[in-house]
């Protein structure tokens, strides 16, 4: 008794030599089973032969569409994964850079009454014996440093100066005097931005301020180093002073 | 390593081509919708194309019908419609072609137009039809069909002769509809 199943493996291939042989056996003696084998091998033809080839040349497109992006993403990924301490060490030099060029240009932001304040806290811790014009004179080119300002002794006496500290930077302060009152001027060493001031009719690189009961002029040298010049005095006074500063030393 | 994956998706793609009309046939023998095998089809070449690197290098054709029907099975066999396997004692006696019926095969098959043995391919349930596809049309072995769809080849040798008295019948419902077979002929009565 050979079992249908086999019939099918024969027609199949799926045999084995002995079973096989085994099958072609019965199928010789077998009328009822050879019809019926005959039938597998038809139906496996006519599968084989009749069924439709269908048309697949849009969805392979598609699916070279998605092949294609997805090439794509692996090559972004790949990128970043094998350059990512390159994109954060450029984005961190993109960041400081942007810092020191905003800063050399605008000029970093402060609020005028900030430094104001610092105004009062610096003593005359290296005041100078005033008694020595020559001292006097050497101790206040240090103050000056390289800002290219000169203080007019005839006009105004120096009654002494300090250096403060404000966001890192020493700032120094020197305590003048002239005719009608005492005088600040303080030299930052950066280019400030001072929000809380405006421009000067007529002199559009002096900017005036106010400090409580003081008002005060600022102006920028070398686009390096910020000056302000404090006093109880109105605008117009303190702007002729600081010419005098400004032009003094070119 | 981006020469190696330039030459991955040449290599891939060489294949796939070649293959794809019986991806795409397959999908839509299973699916009955062209919608439907679209995806498939497109979803099984991108899960192929993810997977080449895990690929033996034996049969491309079996691997990737083997992704087809799996996805077929996993995904989208639960929205489908129809007679499903349930509905039919799968492990039941397998019922002979042609011994008894005496319908004869000329009649039946010369005259089967090739939409008649897809739409009689459509009307056999969904696990018998997938074992006829994969081996009369796909030409699989048994082992591969057990592979592709998750049975014992036990199972494939038993679907696939269940398969294939079903499709045989179908057929003879067309010859009889279409004249070929007189109305008496091809049964038992």
């Given at each position: 008794?050979?079992?249908?199943?086999?019939?099918?493996a024969?027609?199949?291939?799926?045999?084995?030599?002995?079973?096989?042989?085994?099958?072609?056996?019965?199928?010789?003696?077998?009328?009822?089973?050879?019809a019926?084998?005959?039938?597998?091998?038809n139906?496996?033809?006519c599968m084989?032969?009749?069924?439709?080839?269908?048309?697949?040349?849009?969805?392979?497109?598609?699916c070279?569409?998605?092949?294609?992006?997805?090439?794509?993403?692996?090559?972004?990924?790949?990128?970043?994964?094998?350059?990512?301490?390159?994109?954060?060490?450029?984005?961190?030099?993109m960041i400081?850079?942007?810092?020191?060029a905003?800063q050399?240009?605008?000029?970093?932001?402060?609020?005028?009454?900030?430094?104001?304040?610092?105004?009062?806290?610096?003593?005359s811790?290296?005041?100078?014996?005033?008694r020595?014009?020559?001292?006097?004179?050497r101790?206040?080119?240090?103050?000056?440093?390289?800002?290219?300002?000169?203080?007019?002794?005839?006009?105004?006496?120096?009654?002494?100066g300090?250096v403060?500290?404000?966001?890192?930077?020493?700032?120094?302060v020197?305590?003048?005097?002239?005719?009608?009152g005492?005088?600040?001027l303080?030299?930052?060493?950066?280019n400030?931005n001072l929000?809380?001031?405006?421009?000067?009719?007529?002199t559009?690189?002096?900017?005036?301020?106010?400090?409580g009961?003081?008002?005060?002029?600022?102006?920028?040298?070398?686009?390096?180093?910020?000056?302000?010049l404090?006093?109880r005095r109105?605008y117009?006074?303190?702007?002729?002073?600081?010419?005098?500063?400004?032009?003094?030393?070119? | 390593?981006?020469?190696?994956?330039?030459d991955r998706?040449?290599?891939?793609?060489?294949?796939?081509?070649?293959?794809?009309?019986?991806?795409?046939?397959?999908?839509?023998?299973l699916?009955?919708?062209r919608?439907?095998?679209?995806?498939?089809?497109?979803?099984a070449?991108?899960?192929?194309?993810?997977?080449?690197?895990?690929?033996?290098?034996?049969?491309?054709?079996a691997w990737?019908?083997?992704?087809?029907?799996?996805?077929?099975?996993?995904?989208?066999?639960?929205?489908?419609?129809?007679?499903?396997?349930?509905?039919l004692?799968?492990?039941?006696?397998?019922?002979?072609?042609?011994?008894?019926?005496?319908v004869?095969?000329?009649?039946l098959f010369?005259?089967a137009?090739?939409?008649?043995v897809?739409?009689?391919?459509?009307?056999?349930?969904?696990d018998?039809?997938?074992?006829?596809?994969?081996?009369?049309?796909?030409g699989?072995?048994?082992?591969?069909?057990?592979?592709?769809?998750?049975?014992?080849?036990?199972?494939?040798?038993?679907?696939?002769?269940?398969?294939?008295?079903l499709?045989?019948?179908?057929?003879?419902?067309?010859?009889?509809?279409?004249?070929?077979?007189?109305?008496?002929?091809?049964?038992?009565?």
């Amino acid at each position: 008794m050979t079992d249908p199943l086999d019939l099918h493996a024969l027609a199949d291939g799926e045999l084995n030599r002995e079973d096989a042989s085994r099958v072609r056996e019965s199928l010789r003696s077998d009328e009822a089973l050879n019809a019926e084998y005959n039938a597998i091998l038809n139906l496996k033809d006519c599968m084989r032969d009749k069924t439709l080839r269908f048309d697949s040349e849009d969805a392979w497109r598609a699916c070279r569409g998605r092949m294609d992006a997805i090439d794509r993403t692996k090559r972004v990924e790949g990128l970043v994964t094998r350059y990512a301490w390159a994109i954060c060490a450029f984005f961190f030099v993109m960041i400081l850079s942007g810092r020191y060029a905003t800063q050399g240009t605008q000029g970093a932001a402060a609020q005028i009454s900030d430094i104001g304040a610092l105004a009062g806290t610096v003593r005359s811790q290296n005041a100078p014996d005033l008694r020595n014009a020559a001292a006097t004179n050497r101790w206040l080119d240090q103050m000056l440093g390289d800002t290219r300002q000169s203080i007019a002794m005839d006009r105004l006496t120096v009654l002494g100066g300090g250096v403060g500290e404000w966001q890192g930077m020493k700032v120094k302060v020197l305590d003048l005097q002239d005719n009608n009152g005492r005088l600040q001027l303080m030299i930052i060493p950066a280019n400030l931005n001072l929000q809380d001031t405006a421009a000067m009719p007529g002199t559009p690189k002096v900017y005036a301020g106010n400090l409580g009961s003081s008002n005060c002029v600022a102006w920028s040298v070398d686009g390096s180093k910020t000056l302000i010049l404090i006093a109880r005095r109105p605008y117009d006074e303190l702007q002729t002073i600081a010419s005098r500063i400004n032009a003094q030393k070119k | 390593m981006i020469f190696g994956r330039r030459d991955r998706r040449d290599s891939f793609e060489r294949q796939a081509e070649k293959v794809f009309p019986s991806v795409f046939g397959t999908a839509l023998r299973l699916t009955r919708s062209r919608e439907d095998a679209e995806d498939l089809a497109q979803e099984a070449i991108v899960r192929a194309y993810d997977a080449f690197e895990r690929f033996d290098g034996s049969n491309f054709k079996a691997w990737i019908l083997r992704i087809v029907t799996n996805l077929y099975i996993n995904k989208y066999r639960q929205r489908q419609r129809g007679p499903q396997v349930g509905s039919l004692d799968e492990e039941g006696v397998v019922e002979p072609m042609s011994a008894e019926a005496e319908v004869p095969d000329r009649i039946l098959f010369d005259n089967a137009l090739s939409a008649e043995v897809e739409e009689a391919l459509a009307q056999v349930p969904v696990d018998f039809r997938t074992a006829v596809i994969l081996s009369d049309i796909e030409g699989l072995s048994y082992q591969e069909i057990a592979d592709a769809t998750g049975v014992p080849i036990g199972t494939v040798r038993s679907r696939l002769a269940r398969g294939r008295s079903l499709m045989r019948k179908a057929l003879e419902g067309y010859a009889r509809k279409e004249g070929f077979l007189r109305p008496h002929e091809g049964t038992d009565e």
